[in-house]
């Protein structure tokens, strides 16, 4: 039987990727399919997700992250896109002097550097040959015989060493770039795969101009995980408001904090909450499945309703948990019987804008003298978050008095968004129409036979 190999080592890959309906359809084509998780997540994937004909291998990849190659190379290829880009591996240390002579002695030149295509394509050359490829997928090579390998994240470092491993044995590559953020903020692609699959054509122009990936070696399918985002929801929306234990007859806001990696101490988050809960409404926190929050105060009470989700595997590894379907049908419910969303710079922000809701985007800090590099503002201009706010679709608060304004005047503000609401969708989305996984899987089967 033919098989293909695929990659889950991202945390948010069970949600984009396992829990649609991508791996069911291959195997319904007469192919069985070998998915490889971190080891300890092994016995979950195999109880949350037992598909017929997908076996579950699990990987030690701490051993794999320990490869001072690796190491080394994942950095430089972050440098070579930004400076920004390489600052999201150190979060809060960004304010070190450490920092400070990294920045002058390595990724200051390397982001330089990185804008000549002919160096970028020497780096990937160079990264082939003196990256040990590790012989941890070997066996399972030699046992199954994969006809193509599928790189669900191509900036994954242990995408990148699976795909290394393809390459050494002449095995097709199909990789997919995860998310709407990551060509602009993940570094340079390290391994470019025989085939890219992209969410829409924004994504596939980013990856030509800053990966050098060929034209004809991209395809768009939309997002696969917003397949299920077309349908109604299971519940009324009386019947979900109680289940949280919120009153159905109030209005409901929907917030999302940014959580603490990004601005230093992050006040922005304590502010947002302060501020909606003094409304008195209805408000449910979505609280981001990898990353911690810090706001004091964030209990549930009778108005507020506190969502954590994620699977926890190791208590203090926020980065290491996994959404599970229950996690996702939750987030469905909410984002459809929300009155008013407030997603912060995050993917909620074309969550909310499926389901056509009013969205607000606090974009001011607690101190009007706080430097742009500790500002909220500097995350409102990051190329992914502009996108959005370029097609007009999402409110901006500049004062704590607009939150107040946005939320009693929501539904005829949205009538002023409206159209930038739809070219959200239209843009970031392509279609949806609930066939992404169709797509994907039709791709993975047309490519494995070449």
């Known amino acids: 039987m033919p ?5 889950c080592f991202h945390p948010l890959i069970g949600r984009n990727i396992i829990q649609t309906d991508i791996l069911p359809t291959i195997v319904k084509s007469g192919y069985r399919i070998v998915v490889f998780v ?4 092994r016995s979950y994937f195999q109880q949350a997700y037992p598909y017929e004909g997908v076996i579950y291998e699990g990987i030690q990849i701490d051993a794999l992250a320990r490869q ?3 190491f080394l190379l994942k ?4 440098a070579m896109l930004s400076i920004d880009a390489a ?7 960004t304010y070190s002097l450490r920092y400070a002579l990294l920045v002058v002695c390595f990724y200051g030149p390397a982001a330089v550097l990185g804008k000549s295509s002919l160096f970028r394509r020497l780096m990937r050359y160079i990264d082939y040959r003196i990256y040990s490829v590790p012989e941890i997928f070997s066996k399972y090579f030699q046992a199954h015989q994969p006809r193509a390998v599928f790189a669900t994240d191509v900036f994954n470092e242990f995408d990148v060493a699976l795909s290394y491993a393809a390459r050494e044995r002449g095995v097709q590559v199909i990789g997919m770039v995860r998310s709407w953020d990551n060509l602009t903020r993940q570094g340079r692609m390290r391994s470019i795969p025989n085939r890219l699959l992209v969410w829409n054509p924004t994504l596939a ?5 800053l990966d050098d990936v060929p034209a004809a070696r991209i395809t768009v399918v939309g997002i696969p995980h917003y397949d299920r985002y077309v349908g109604r929801p299971s519940l009324t929306r009386e019947n979900f408001l109680i289940s949280l234990g919120l009153d159905p007859k109030r209005k409901t806001v929907l917030f999302a904090p940014m959580g603490d990696i990004f601005l230093h101490d992050n006040p922005v988050d304590q502010m947002a909450f302060n501020l909606l809960r003094a409304t008195g409404l209805n408000i449910i926190v979505r609280l981001p499945p990898t990353r911690k929050v810090t706001i004091e105060g964030l209990d549930a009470t ?5 969502d954590q989700p994620g699977v926890v595997f190791r208590a203090h590894e926020w980065a290491d948990r996994e959404m599970s379907k229950a996690d996702e049908d939750r987030l469905i419910h909410e984002l459809a019987f929300a009155d008013v969303v407030f997603p912060g710079p995050s993917s909620m922000l074309i969550d909310a804008a499926i389901y056509a809701k009013p969205m607000m985007l606090i974009a001011f800090d607690t101190s009007p003298n706080l430097p742009y590099k500790r500002s909220i503002r500097r995350y409102c201009d990051s190329p992914h978050v502009r996108q959005i706010l370029d097609a007009c679709g999402v409110a901006i608060a500049q004062t704590p008095q607009d939150v107040d304004a946005f939320i009693a005047n929501s539904h005829t503000m949205y009538d002023q ?6 070219r959200i969708v239209r843009e970031q989305c392509w279609r949806l129409d609930g066939a992404s996984s169709r797509r994907v899987a039709e791709v993975l089967i047309k490519y494995t036979h070449e």
Do not use: W
């Open 3 to 7: 098989t293909i190999f695929v990659s």
């Open 38 to 41: 971190p080891h300890r997540k």
């Open 68 to 70: 001072r190659s690796s």
């Open 75 to 78: 950095r430089l290829f972050r």
């Open 87 to 93: 600052r999201l591996l150190h979060g809060k240390q």
């Open 205 to 209: 122009v980013q990856a030509g101009r």
């Open 302 to 306: 009778p108005s507020v309703y506190i």
């Open 417 to 422: 968004l409206v159209d930038g609401v739809q």
